[in-house]
């Protein structure tokens, strides 16, 4: 998983580690030694990164502004392909043009140059906003309940996170209650109801149709009744352009005053996903981001642009239906993954 990067930037630095008159169907004027060179790169192991290919193609050249435009074409449209937002495609674009445009390339250098500034760039992006560890955050709070709340699109999966997190609560010595606040879809109650009996966790609900913010408050007196750590709150899903759903949501967060709300959604949900995170954080406001089935996800991009459009961390991965399928999220880990 997570290896475009890989992929992408392969033909990148095939490209420019041709001379810029070979491109244009020109024979390069060099020496029979770095002609060999030249001819050996179509005989490279498949097997290995691009990292280690292009080394065999690489002697020196100098790119120009024109030919850096054009091979910088090819992996434009692979980035976008990928999920990645356009505005990072731009600092890529501006970096690596800094530091090979108009400047003598070696072999043995190029590779690195590509790999520390894709390296920079995206790490410089996930570990910009503060880590959220919900466990020591609880533990750690002088308040008591913690309120949590779960927003997110239809058919993302909240509702499983919510009892994942429950889960890894309960695991972690921390009590808590769930409120049932999506009062809005059929058999919502009945499915939190479920993972609630599984997990011995408290489930608060109303009628279906009811307040879901008169649900989330009774769930935050009941915490406070029975001195517990936290409070899990469920929402109904909404697509952040139906304004009467999103006016509920902020309805919750003015009379419980949640103390993280959490967005939800699928990491291969694509440019949907930072799109509408960045809505949901500019209409009601996020603390952090879980993202689901990022097991199957192969691209990644998603990652890169949800923390890049709304300024706030990944906190976990969803990488399966089973409670335990709940990873915190490594920047470190990633960048390995895919560069």
């Known amino acids: 998983m997570f290896n475009f990067l890989k992929k992408a930037f392969k033909d990148f630095t095939d490209k420019a580690a041709k001379p810029e008159t070979e491109s244009k169907g020109v024979k390069a004027a060099v020496p029979e030694e770095i002609s060999k060179t030249y001819k050996e790169v179509k005989k490279f192991d498949a097997k290995k990164s691009f990292l280690d290919n292009i080394t065999k193609a690489v002697t020196e050249t100098k790119i120009s502004e024109e030919y850096f435009d054009k091979i910088f074409q090819d992996l434009e449209i692979e980035l976008t392909q990928n999920n990645v937002a356009y505005s990072i495609i731009e600092k890529i674009k501006a970096r690596l043009h800094k530091q090979l445009v108009n400047k003598s390339v070696k072999r043995s250098e190029l590779s690195g140059i590509i790999k520390k500034e894709l390296r920079t760039l995206i790490l410089e992006i996930l570990e910009l906003p503060a880590p959220i560890d919900i466990p020591e955050r609880i533990k750690n709070s002088r308040k008591k309940p913690v309120v949590i709340m779960f927003v997110g699109t239809n058919g993302h999966g909240k509702t499983t ?13 921390v009590s808590c209650v ?29 009628t279906y149709g009811a307040d879901a913010a008169a649900v989330a408050f009774d769930a935050v007196k009941h915490a406070e009744a029975r001195k517990l750590d936290a409070v899990l709150i469920d929402t109904a899903g909404r697509q952040h352009s139906n304004s009467n759903l999103m006016d509920e949501l902020k309805k919750i967060k003015k009379v419980v005053k949640p103390d993280i709300t959490i967005y939800i959604c699928e990491s291969i949900a694509g440019n949907d996903a930072w799109e509408q995170g960045k809505a949901y954080n500019d209409s009601i406001g996020i603390d952090g981001m879980i993202l689901t089935k990022s097991d199957v996800d192969e691209k990644g991009g998603t990652f890169i642009s949800l923390v890049y459009e709304t300024g706030r961390p990944i906190m976990y991965l969803g990488t399966g239906q089973e409670y335990e399928k ?14």
Not at 327 to 332: K, L, R, T
């Open 161 to 173: 996170t919510l009892a994942k997190v429950g889960h890894l609560l309960k695991n972690e010595g």
């Open 326 to 339: 709940l990873q915190q999220f490594s920047p470190q880990k990633f960048i390995n993954n895919i560069i």
């Open 178 to 206: 769930f409120a049932a606040g999506d009062t809005f879809r059929a058999a919502a109650q009945e499915q939190l109801q479920e993972h609630g009996d599984k997990l011995g966790i408290r489930v608060i609900k109303h």
